[in-house]
């Protein structure tokens, strides 16, 4: 337990220290697990293996440069907005400081003030925005790296086999990692950018400012779990308040409630099943962790790399028990399964009243 734990703490000590050249990398496998569906089936439609590759490069890189130029010309115009934005924000908050002091509820403007930032509340879009800039500077590195991966999608399984010694080898394992991830990521991402539409549309309809730009943060912060909705909606909140008052803050806030149930609550469960098959604490452990190790882009990235690490332990036969941990209970055993069962023997069995 000791040699492995210590050879933990160096793995993990390694990437960290090696974020700048893994996360590419893994961001590269993300976009790999997401656009080898399409080359497979260009592919199967009897389309040359450089020329779907190239097709499908060429349109991951126009969906890049396009969102890359939507995202910089709204935060720009937000950026400039912001001082204004600001002073309305004060004049509001002492207003509303007004009226509670008239309801005899005592509130230091100030202190109001330090709750209700801006700038702190995008935080957490601010740095992830960050990281994916970073990223577009190694574009080349991302996009060799696509390249190549899609080109050695198909001729995968061959390989392992032929490495193993047994052209008939089987790679159900290996075929179960890859069928479970790709299916998460597609799905959620089907699913986030229907977010970011809806909420960019409501928000437009109700006259909020930059609703290109809450839409795409809306988009990105949909991958990580628990928190990203909530954080995706505080700026557009508060810009609403700013803007019209405090109805039209409540409906952009009912909008983002509605929306994010529906989808997340609803649709998200009946798509996906299942097959995730991990506790709500191991989601949330895993978004603290990755996002410790890898910061934003690691919480983007928390559930996929936490379902690959599942998946491996559960075919390891030392660590099987550790996958069994991070599964959900089936929903017969959290039916009927009570905290303190009742030994047999304390059960009175005699009949008739005692």
């Given at each position: 337990?000791l040699l492995t734990g210590a050879a933990l703490v160096i793995l993990l000590a390694g990437m960290k220290a090696a974020e700048e050249l893994l996360v590419p990398l893994v961001?590269?496998?993300?976009?790999?697990?997401?656009?080898?569906?399409?080359?497979?089936?260009?592919?199967?439609?009897?389309?040359?293996?450089?020329?779907?590759?190239?097709?499908?490069?060429?349109?991951?890189?126009?969906?890049?440069?396009?969102?890359?130029?939507?995202?910089?010309?709204?935060?720009?115009?937000?950026?400039?907005?912001?001082?204004?934005?600001?002073?309305?924000?004060?004049?509001?908050?002492?207003?509303?400081?007004?009226?509670?002091?008239?309801?005899?509820?005592?509130?230091?403007?100030?202190?109001?003030?330090?709750?209700?930032?801006?700038?702190?509340?995008?935080?957490?879009?601010?740095?992830?925005?960050?990281?994916?800039?970073?990223?577009?500077?190694?574009?080349?590195?991302?996009?060799?790296?696509?390249?190549?991966?899609?080109?050695?999608?198909?001729?995968?399984?061959?390989?392992?086999?032929?490495?193993?010694?047994?052209?008939?080898?089987?790679?159900?394992?290996?075929?179960?990692?890859?069928?479970?991830?790709?299916?998460?990521?597609?799905?959620?991402?089907?699913?986030?950018?229907?977010?970011?539409?809806?909420?960019?549309?409501?928000?437009?309809?109700?006259?909020?400012?930059?609703?290109?730009?809450?839409?795409?943060?809306?988009?990105?912060?949909?991958?990580?779990?628990?928190?990203?909705?909530?954080?995706?909606?505080?700026?557009?909140?508060?810009?609403?308040?700013?803007?019209?008052?405090?109805?039209?803050?409540?409906?952009?806030?009912?909008?983002?409630?509605?929306?994010?149930?529906?989808?997340?609550?609803?649709?998200?469960?009946?798509?996906?099943?299942?097959?995730?098959?991990?506790?709500?604490?191991?989601?949330?452990?895993?978004?603290?962790?990755?996002?410790?190790?890898?910061?934003?882009?690691?919480?983007?990235?928390?559930?996929?790399?936490?379902?690959?690490?599942?998946?491996?332990?559960?075919?390891?036969?030392?660590?099987?028990?550790?996958?069994?941990?991070?599964?959900?209970?089936?929903?017969?055993?959290?039916?009927?399964?009570?905290?303190?069962?009742?030994?047999?023997?304390?059960?009175d069995e005699t009949p008739g009243p005692r």
């Open positions: 337990m961001f590269a496998g993300f976009l790999t697990v997401l656009t080898a569906p399409a080359v497979m089936w260009l592919q199967s439609r009897r389309w040359p293996s450089w020329l779907a590759v190239s097709v499908v490069l060429l349109t991951v890189i126009v969906v890049l440069v396009g969102l890359g130029t939507a995202f910089g010309s709204s935060v720009n115009g937000f950026v400039a907005a912001v001082p204004r934005y600001q002073d309305r924000l004060n004049t509001a908050l002492g207003e509303y400081t007004r009226v509670l002091e008239g309801y005899g509820i005592a509130v230091s403007a100030d202190n109001l003030r330090k709750m209700v930032n801006p700038g702190a509340a995008m935080s957490i879009a601010a740095q992830l925005v960050s990281q994916l800039a970073s990223l577009l500077s190694d574009t080349a590195l991302i996009i060799l790296t696509l390249g190549f991966s899609l080109l050695e999608v198909a001729s995968i399984p061959r390989k392992l086999r032929r490495a193993i010694g047994d052209p008939q080898a089987d790679l159900s394992r290996f075929s179960r990692l890859v069928t479970e991830v790709k299916r998460y990521v597609v799905m959620k991402t089907y699913l986030s950018v229907a977010t970011g539409l809806v909420l960019g549309l409501l928000l437009a309809l109700m006259g909020v400012d930059f609703p290109v730009l809450w839409g795409l943060i809306a988009f990105l912060l949909n991958y990580i779990p628990n928190i990203g909705s909530i954080v995706a909606a505080v700026p557009p909140v508060l810009l609403a308040l700013v803007q019209f008052g405090f109805g039209s803050a409540l409906a952009v806030a009912a909008a983002y409630v509605g929306v994010n149930t529906i989808i997340g609550n609803i649709i998200e469960p009946r798509l996906l099943g299942r097959k995730l098959g991990l506790s709500t604490l191991i989601v949330f452990l895993s978004l603290v962790f990755w996002g410790w190790l890898w910061g934003p882009m690691g919480m983007l990235l928390s559930v996929p790399l936490t379902m690959i690490v599942k998946i491996l332990l559960e075919s390891s036969d030392q660590f099987s028990s550790v996958a069994v941990l991070m599964d959900q209970p089936p929903v017969s055993q959290r039916a009927t399964m009570t905290p303190f069962p009742m030994p047999v023997s304390d059960v």
